[in-house]
């Protein structure tokens, strides 16, 4: 399987709000919407499908429970999702990100001058659900031990 082509994924989250799920989602981070309902919409994600269900047992405040483990001296909330981008995609987004989110780890560089170094940032979405994107200083290092 380590050769075939990268297939697209698809993840579904649980979201507390689907008006604020799609203000986030689609008019924030400038994702295209598909199909939809009123319990769910799917988003494309640089051409992977996520899709944001509604869970009212979430309440109009609430949040999806996280857990936090330590990568690199920094704290890495689990779970999460993300993509990993271009170096100039990544720079571009963490440039657009900046004083309009709430960073969980700012962006940053991180393994430098290692095996599988790499350009991070992690931040939440309204329901808490974290995100992460990267870049690697090397694509060819993305599993590098």
Do not use: C
Not at 7 to 24: D, M, T
């Amino acid at each position: 399987m380590s050769n075939s082509p990268i297939r697209p994924f698809h993840l579904a989250v649980p979201v507390r709000n689907i008006a604020e799920s799609r203000v986030f989602y689609g008019q924030f981070l400038g994702l295209s919407e598909g199909r939809s309902s009123e319990e769910w919409i799917d988003w494309n994600l640089y051409g992977h499908q996520l899709v944001t269900h509604l869970n009212p047992n979430l309440g109009p405040e609430g949040k999806v429970s996280v857990h936090v483990n330590g990568v690199d001296g920094k704290g890495v909330p689990v779970p999460h999702f993300g993509v990993v981008l271009t170096l100039e995609d990544w720079q571009q987004l963490a440039q657009r990100l900046t004083g309009k989110v709430t960073f969980i780890i700012e962006p940053h560089t991180r393994f430098k001058g290692e095996a599988g170094e790499q350009s991070t940032l992690f931040f939440s979405d309204p329901s808490g659900n974290a995100l992460e994107f990267k870049a690697f200083a090397d694509l060819g290092q993305l599993f590098a031990k």
